[in-house]
């Protein structure tokens, strides 16, 4: 570590020194602990935010389910028998939904027959608006707003735009603001797994990292509890806003902002507070001489002659570099099309449990989880046989039990085997998606791996979007294409490299070189 220099004070002889400089993760080593009672606090208050995620991102499982209909008592006969699978061929005015016409937006608005696209067009309007979200916090979470800035401001916009939902008069309103709570949503992942993670060590941040997973899923469990007590779509959404708001309130005082954040925006003093502060609550102590810096100056810090760093221009990489180069270029198109693949597959399966025809609150709860074990399996997997076989085999496992539940019936027995291999899929898929940020970061150079990265997430959000018009086609077809979607992603990762135990390379040229002589 950088070596402190003494001078001699011309003042009564007094030792001066220069500070230590030291970049953060060598100062959460050293010093204050690189997961201790601070940061346990401030990940489970911060990733609560995730559970907020997932009630307003499923939701729509609820409020646009097609509910229960029937015969009029007088209209029993040739005109309606209530065992037909569809009431579209069925004279109007000789049956009615079983729960009232209020219960969902397709019970009210009419959304069945030549109109049920518009309940998958929704849906997908919620994850168009979710990928434009994203780009914008997390600009924002960069910029002037901070971490803790825009996740106060993405979960105050998800409480009004859930209430006004809960308000509205027609279809195009409430699509609207399904757009707009998307828009919100978006940044709650991101905001939250940033803030999180950041003031956690290297050696714990990919397992905590990982382990955010759990509130979403957690959260999926819990709205299921929700929707079975507010059966009313209105009720429903106004009672799955609420806790954004009591999270405003009651959490997000007690969480602190990012010191990365301070650090990058030149705010030393504030980062430096707040070190001191998670040293003293992990039981340690900050000692004098040490000074929190850029990785750069901190490493510049450490050499007596510092003079590589100046005069030097940035190593600046984009999107466009990683086409022209030939390894990257290819690294991208497959790391694009795996996470399209996976991201419609595990929002498929997670919408589409409205096909199978059993109890749904039930099914969702299940679902959520069947979700759980994989974060746990894949996190203790991971490092043992590696990124690329890891992957392959979720995606199969998946792929394989989706086909299983494609050439189940829908009726008797058979549904609920249909509903084992969706639960079982799922698994599989929520496996996938635990791997895929880890192993699409690892392929390509530091200089375009956040630029990558926003490619592969652009292309999760596409498939999200195409999701609800998969699972619009109902019966066996959903499931038949999820099957195909998760043999082909496994197919495509067999071109990917391994990356387990390879260094993470900075440039262009650093990669090339390090793969000829592989």
Not at 73 to 95: D, I
Not at 110 to 119: A, Q
Request: net charge positive.
């Amino acid at each position: 570590m950088a070596t402190t220099l003494s001078l001699e004070s011309s003042y009564g002889g007094e030792d001066l020194r220069l500070p230590t400089k030291m970049c953060i993760d060598d100062m959460l080593k050293k010093h204050c602990g690189e997961f201790g009672r601070w940061q346990l606090k401030q990940f489970v208050l911060t990733s609560l935010a995730w559970t907020l995620g997932a009630f307003h991102s499923m939701v729509m499982i609820f409020a646009d389910r097609e509910p229960q209909w029937r015969c009029h008592p007088g209209a029993a006969g040739s005109h309606c028998h209530t065992g037909s699978p569809s009431v579209c061929g069925l004279p109007q005015g000789s049956w009615e939904w079983a729960g009232g016409r209020r219960g969902t937006t397709v019970s009210e608005w009419g959304l069945i027959c030549g109109d049920k696209f518009k309940v998958g067009l929704v849906h997908a309007l919620f994850f168009v608006g979710s990928m434009i979200g994203a780009g914008i916090f997390g600009h924002l979470s960069d910029s002037f707003l901070g971490r803790k800035g825009s996740l106060a401001v993405v979960c105050a916009l998800n409480a009004i735009f859930g209430c006004l939902t809960a308000l509205s008069p027609n279809y195009l309103t409430y699509a609207l603001l399904r757009l707009l709570t998307g828009f919100s949503s978006g940044g709650i992942g991101l905001c939250a797994f940033v803030l999180a993670t950041e003031p956690i060590g290297p050696k714990k941040r990919g397992f905590a990292g990982m382990s955010t997973f759990y509130f979403f899923s957690g959260g999926i469990a819990l709205l299921s509890g929700i929707a079975y007590i507010f059966q009313t779509w209105r009720h429903l959404y106004i009672a799955s806003s609420i806790p954004s708001f009591l999270y405003i309130i009651l959490v997000l005082p007690f969480i602190s902002e990012s010191p990365r954040w301070y650090l990058v925006r030149g705010k030393i003093r504030e980062a430096m507070k707040l070190m001191s502060t998670i040293a003293s609550s992990n039981g340690k102590q900050l000692p004098n001489g040490v000074l929190l810096a850029l990785d750069e100056e901190a490493s510049a810090s450490a050499n007596d002659n510092n003079e590589h760093l100046e005069n030097k221009d940035a190593v600046v990489g984009s999107i466009l570099d990683v086409v022209r180069t030939p390894i990257t270029r290819v690294r991208l198109l497959l790391a694009v099309a795996v996470n399209f693949l996976g991201s419609l597959v595990y929002y498929g399966l997670s919408l589409n449990v409205v096909n199978l025809k059993i109890n749904l609150y039930l099914n969702v709860l299940l679902n959520s989880v069947g979700e759980m074990p994989a974060f746990i399996i894949t996190a203790v997997l991971l490092d043992r046989f590696g990124r690329k076989p890891l992957t392959v085999g979720t995606m199969w496992f998946s792929g394989f039990f989706c086909l299983m539940g494609s050439l189940m019936s829908n009726v008797g027995v058979w549904k609920v085997v249909r509903m084992v291999c969706g639960v079982l899929g799922i698994f599989g898929m929520a496996g996938t998606y635990n791997l895929l940020f880890i192993y699409t970061a690892e392929l390509f150079p530091t200089v375009v791996r956040n630029a990558a990265l926003g490619c592969a997430t652009q292309a999760a959000q596409m498939g999200a979007i195409l999701a609800p018009f998969v699972v619009v086609l109902g019966g066996w077809l959903p499931f038949a294409v999820f099957a195909v979607c998760g043999i082909l992603g496994g197919v495509f990762v067999f071109y990917l490299p391994e990356t387990l135990n390879q260094p993470l390379y900075d440039t262009f040229n650093g990669l090339e070189a390090g793969i000829a002589q592989s």
